[in-house]
């Protein structure tokens, strides 16, 4: 059988409180060159003319719109209304396959196809306007 070694014979060569290379773990948890981030390359910074950091952090309108307010309105109406009309094209067979309910999603698919319509017709009819004002003009580049 084995014999028991008594426990100042067993903690022989083990450090107390040290590391394997007998130093503290504290003091090297203390140390902040051990820390510091090195993964990756810096993190670029930009300067854009004509701006300060305070215009760039102040939480204003970063980016000017020079983008013409009726153009900015009729695009989000039209994305509001294909989404419309593609969510009911989508739900309207589902209400008709899986329920069986026809009245429902009969209306759901009609709902889909008139907003369809609308969002096509009025796109068309922007562009027809823009056109006319010669706003949508390609530009000549030789």
């Known amino acids: 059988m084995g014999t028991l070694l008594p426990a100042s014979e067993l903690l022989d060569g083990v450090p107390d409180e040290d590391g394997p290379d007998g130093t503290d773990d504290d003091r090297l948890l203390g140390n902040p060159e051990r820390f ?36 900015s309105r009729t695009f989000w109406r039209l994305v509001v ?9 989508a739900v309207g067979p589902m209400f008709i396959y899986f ?10 698919l009609l709902l889909g196809g008139v907003a369809f319509a609308y969002g096509v017709y009025r796109y ?11 706003a949508d003009a ?3 580049v030789e």
Do not use: C, K, N, Y
């Open 36 to 71: 510091e981030p090195s993964l990756g390359p810096e993190i670029p910074s930009v300067d854009i003319p004509g701006r300060s950091e305070d215009d760039t952090e102040s939480g204003h309108e970063m980016f000017p719109s020079d983008v013409d307010p009726e153009v």
């Open 81 to 89: 209304v294909f989404d419309v009309a593609l969510l009911a094209l």
């Open 99 to 108: 329920r069986g309910d026809w009245q429902t999603g009969g209306r759901l």
């Open 124 to 134: 068309r009819r922007f562009r027809r306007g823009r056109a006319g004002d010669g």
């Open 138 to 140: 390609p530009l000549d």
